[in-house]
């Protein structure tokens, strides 16, 4: 691929620059996982170009009727097909009332990611003005646990470069999923129960036909300068999405 680094090392993936056609193969490079459960390379902000979500947990599947003509005698009347879990990575960032998204950025600058093997994390990290003319630095890290392998951790740092800023946090989980590769185009949880208390959230899905059931849980924290910040969340829930909103006004300069 033309914009991955020629940086060579043995335990670490790096990409430089950003090409909204490659996406969905730096998705797919930049994947993490810890034998319990995997998660591609999504952004956590909003992206409203090429893309595909997906987190996934090990064992939990669906019998998916195949979709072939009668003349394949023999062919399976299913395929055990690995489900695309509730999406728990989630942080839509608003900076001065326009939402974050690289898709529609008027400029990106030092954009890199970095999956590094050894220490089982990614890293992101990249400068964009938006279009009302905010201009941000951002530095993101993504972390599944081997040792509790139900655990999975993300810091979503933002800089605001030149001016202060009204930065708005949307953190969430949502169980508002498909498989793109659905034979039938058909609906693969149910959504049991949601809620939130205090700075915590789920989501409890079950699968239909399997009954696995799966419960998404986040927790969301705000600092400012390393230091964290006394904040209560404003809070959206709905049958199959739980969201927190923290709003933080900041100088330019703090993060």
Do not use: C
């Not at 009954?211 to 986040?218: D, L």
């Amino acid at each position: 691929m033309e914009n991955f680094s020629k940086r060579l090392d043995e335990w670490s993936i790096f990409e430089e620059g950003f090409d909204k056609e490659k996406q969905l193969i730096s998705e797919s490079i930049f994947s993490l996982g810890n034998a319990a459960m995997g998660q591609r390379a999504n952004f956590e902000e909003s992206y409203t170009g090429k893309t595909f979500r997906g987190s996934y947990i090990a064992g939990v599947y669906y019998p998916d009727r195949t979709k072939v003509g009668w003349w394949k005698n023999g062919y399976p009347e299913y395929f055990a097909k690995v489900l695309n879990a509730p999406n728990w990575i989630g942080i839509d960032i608003e900076i001065n009332g326009e939402n974050l998204d690289l898709n529609n950025a008027k400029e990106i600058s030092n954009f890199s990611r970095e999956l590094n093997m050894k220490e089982g994390f990614l890293k992101r990290s990249f400068e964009a003005e938006l279009q009302n003319g905010s201009r941000i630095k951002v530095n993101v890290i993504r972390f599944l646990s081997m040792k509790r392998d139900e655990l999975g951790a993300v810091r979503y740092e933002i800089t605001p470069i030149e001016n202060s800023a009204k930065i708005v946090f949307k953190s969430y989980v949502d169980a508002n999923i498909k498989n793109r590769d659905s034979n039938w185009d058909e609906i693969f949880w149910e959504v049991p129960d949601s809620g939130s208390k205090d700075d915590f959230g789920f989501v409890r899905t079950r699968t239909y036909k399997t009954n696995f059931e799966v419960m998404t849980y986040m927790q969301s924290s705000i600092f400012q300068n390393g230091k964290k910040l006394n904040l209560t969340a404003e809070k959206k829930i709905s049958e199959k999405k739980v969201s927190h909103f923290y709003t933080v006004e900041t100088e330019a300069g703090n993060s």
